[in-house]
């Protein structure tokens, strides 16, 4: 029913098959829909929000899609600025996975702030003085830069390339896409270092203060580094799973072991600056706002020091490890628990900067405020989730994302079990019968 | 924010940071501009590009 509107020389499933593949996705997004709905009608009073966890659970989903979504920035740095030419048969796939990060960002926001008819406050009456605000322009503009790296591979659509206005125009607008990825660039190393500054210049918790260079704390650095380092794997994470959904291979081996090395490296000097930024912390800054290391790790039901050691060894220094050495990274089990690990790592560190900042305590009276989300808090956060699939399935179906997929999966052979197993995504067989 | 409300001031805190929002805007409006410009003119004289995966 949909053929004209798939790629050439590609092969999909049938399109009923595809809705009713996508149904279940569907039925959860719209019950994330319905919470927010609930959240936006009748108010924040439908979150477990309270004074010492002023932003909810949703901060931590925020700032971790922010960081997840660094694979479009530093992908399209490697690609347009550093000239890494290889990476021309992931960066699609970075954009859209960025796209779908930042939106979900952006919508996450509008929730949070519990009053979203008046979110264009911040940039009209801004506080040129806060680190937010400099998040908020920078996610915004940068959501803008995303959605123009993604225009082009829109116009590539069968039907939407035969106008030769979006033909010309997506040919355009690749022909400068190293400015726009310039600008991303610039846009992305300050929103998501600002992100890691405000947890940083939070000198009445000396939990997260850190000392710095001019305004900026080290957390403003190692922000934007785990950010670049972790982002391109999670793209290699989603890519892994796609193919394995698809039953495809969708990227030629070269590409995804070019930027795993670069992430490697990027999480090892990232591993390295954290673990001295640890260290000075808890021998210098800690002890001279009168703290010792074990105070913000002890006598609490959830934060103990396991806490660190799994964000810093096992989510840090393993798949660094993995990462850098050729063997490990040409590894297939190795490989995928590396970029898991790092995944993991990103998120671990996200929460521990933004909801264990405030469960901390930091007067002798005070106890440690433990948190558990609403399930309306639950259902939104699962919206960049469930939102993200169906983007990812509908541009996948509709949209050249692998410019090498024709080459890998040349029309006429079946890759391997699937005849036994027909894929969710891709299915050759029913497709040539439908035609 | 813009220099004509009732809150700005002209000191260096709203200088870099506005005039990094405004640089990045004008930016990408620029190249924005550019391209729709490009295109139409390509319409209109029937520009055979190639195909930019090509």
């Not at chain 1, 972790?230 to 995804?256: D, S, Y």
């Not at chain 1, 660094?320 to 050495?325: E, G, H, R, T, Y």
């Not at chain 1, 939102?387 to 994302?401: D, E, K, N, T, W």
């Not at chain 1, 997929?405 to 006429?412: D, K, V, Y």
Request: proline share 5%; charged share 15%; aromatic share 14%.
């Amino acid at each position: 029913m949909d053929n004209a509107l798939i790629p050439k020389e590609v092969k999909r499933c049938p399109f009923s098959q595809f809705i009713i593949l996508l149904g279940p996705v569907v039925g959860v997004l719209l019950l994330g829909v319905f919470a927010m709905s609930l959240v936006w009608l009748k108010g924040l009073n439908q979150t477990n929000m309270n004074d010492a966890y002023g932003f909810a659970a949703w901060i931590w989903a925020d700032l971790t899609v922010i960081a997840l979504g660094g694979g479009a920035f530093f992908t399209g740095f490697l690609r347009y600025i550093i000239g890494k030419d290889e990476l021309k048969n992931i960066i699609n796939y970075a954009v859209l996975i960025g796209v779908i990060c930042y939106s979900s960002a952006l919508l996450i926001l509008g929730i949070d702030i519990g009053q979203p008819l008046r979110g264009w406050f911040i940039f009209w009456h801004a506080n040129v003085h806060s680190m937010l605000t400099e998040v908020a322009f920078c996610l915004t503009v940068y959501l803008g830069v995303l959605i123009i790296e993604f225009v082009p591979l829109i116009m590539e659509n069968r039907q939407i390339d035969r106008v030769p206005f979006f033909h010309h125009l997506g040919h355009r607008m690749h022909e400068i896409m190293a400015v726009f990825a310039a600008t991303g660039a610039y846009l992305s190393f300050f929103h998501q270092g600002s992100l890691g500054g405000v947890a940083g210049v939070l000198f009445g918790r000396p939990f997260a203060f850190r000392e710095g260079v001019f305004i900026w704390p080290w957390t403003f650095f190692l922000f934007t580094w785990s950010a670049a380092a972790v982002g391109p794997c999670f793209t290699m994470l989603i890519t892994r799973i796609t193919e394995k959904i698809t039953q495809k291979k969708l990227v030629k081996e070269n590409v995804i072991q070019l930027l795993a090395k670069i992430s490697g490296w990027m999480l090892t000097t990232y591993i390295i600056a954290k673990i001295i930024d640890t260290w000075y912390w808890a021998a210098v800054t800690a002890p001279s706002k009168g703290f010792t290391l074990m105070d913000f790790y002890s006598n609490n039901p959830l934060y103990g020091i396991w806490i660190l050691v799994v964000e810093i060894v096992i989510f840090g220094v393993v798949p660094a490890a993995i990462l850098i050495i050729e063997k490990g990274r040409r590894h297939p089990i190795l490989f995928i628990t590396a970029v898991v690990l790092a995944v993991l790592g990103v998120c671990l560190n996200r929460w521990v900067m933004v909801l264990q900042v405030m469960a901390v305590p930091v007067l002798p009276f005070e106890g440690w405020p433990m948190y558990f989300p609403s399930w309306q808090e639950i259902a939104t956060t699962m919206i960049p989730v469930t939102y993200g699939i169906v983007f990812i399935s509908l541009a996948y179906r509709y949209l050249p994302i692998f410019p090498q997929e024709q080459e890998l999966n040349p029309m006429g052979q079946m890759g391997p079990g699937e005849q036994e197993k027909p894929s969710i995504l891709s299915d050759r067989k029913l497709r040539s019968a439908e035609t | 924010m813009i220099p004509s409300i009732f809150e700005w001031i002209w000191d260096m805190s709203h200088i870099v940071f506005m005039g990094g929002l405004w640089l990045s805007l004008v930016t990408i409006g620029t190249g924005l501009i550019y391209c729709i410009i490009r295109a139409v003119l390509d319409t209109i004289n029937k520009t055979a590009e190639p195909h930019f995966n090509e």
